[in-house]
């Protein structure tokens, strides 16, 4: 089973809302991910867990916060969002970190729009 | 700093055909890995081929397989027997094993389309 499963698909927000994305694994993976991808452009790291932590945090907005509560769920909170974050988030997941050659096996993501 | 480079935005291949993706790439490590990731209509990201530096051999994988330079920083897919199934974006990506601990360095895409 190499399924990583995000929810919602779709999203729609207004600029005040506050909303989370939610990814899962259950293959035992120790890294996981989250990416936004812009429409016709290759997805950008956003952050990087691994075991649990916080290892990677691209200088993103504040108003994009991830949590991990356990070795198999991963959080987007969402808060005063402006429309430039419409896009696709995927999330992944990778045995351990990727630059050990692990494989990132990714969701279908969930399209969000912002009004 | 490490970059992709994917030269050919789109392509077209007719079913049946065989149709070469390029990418090329940029590093001062001396052991990474090389991915091919597709993107369907359907969004979900899926790993068609990983080779890695330190292996000569080239990677295969059913239909796919790449042609990887080492010297030359190339690392190309070949897709045989294109299937419709087949039209995507398909993404080349770099990881450094002692880079940047979870960033996948990504190509900008070929969009390929298989026609009947």
């Known amino acids: 089973d190499t399924e990583v499963t995000q929810t919602p698909k779709h999203l729609v927000m207004g600029m005040t809302n506050k909303k989370s994305l939610k990814c899962e694994q259950h293959?035992?993976?120790?890294?996981m991910y989250w990416y936004k991808q812009k429409a016709k452009k290759p997805p950008e790291l956003m952050f990087v867990?691994?075991?649990?932590?916080?290892?990677i945090n691209e200088s993103v907005p504040s108003r994009f916060s991830p949590e991990c509560p356990n070795s198999s769920l991963l959080n987007l909170h969402l808060h005063a969002l402006q429309p430039e974050d419409s896009a696709l988030y995927l999330c992944?997941?990778?045995?351990?970190?990727?630059?050990?050659?692990?494989?990132?096996?990714f969701g279908a993501g969930t399209r969000l729009s912002v009004l | 700093a490490q970059t992709v480079t994917q030269s050919q935005p789109e392509m077209s291949v007719q079913e049946a055909e065989t149709v070469t993706l390029s990418c090329t790439y940029d590093?001062?490590?001396?052991?990474?890995?090389l991915f091919w990731y597709k993107q369907p209509p359907s969004r979900q990201m899926i790993l068609v081929i990983r080779?890695?530096?330190?292996?000569?051999q080239n990677a295969t994988e059913n239909r796919f397989s790449v042609n990887f330079q080492k010297a030359a920083k190339s690392f190309s897919l070949k897709i045989s027997d294109s299937q419709l199934g087949d039209t995507a974006m398909y993404f080349c990506?770099?990881?450094?094993?002692?880079?940047?601990?979870?960033?996948?360095?990504f190509g900008k895409g070929t969009k390929l389309s298989v026609k009947p």
């Open positions: 867990y691994s075991y649990e932590k916080l290892s």
């Open positions: 990506a770099f990881v450094g094993y002692g880079g940047s601990q979870g960033n996948l360095i």
């Open positions: 992944a997941s990778s045995l351990l970190l990727a630059n050990l050659g692990n494989i990132q096996y």
């Open positions: 590093t001062s490590e001396s052991n990474y890995y």
């Open positions: 080779q890695e530096a330190y292996k000569q």
């Open positions: 293959m035992g993976h120790r890294a």
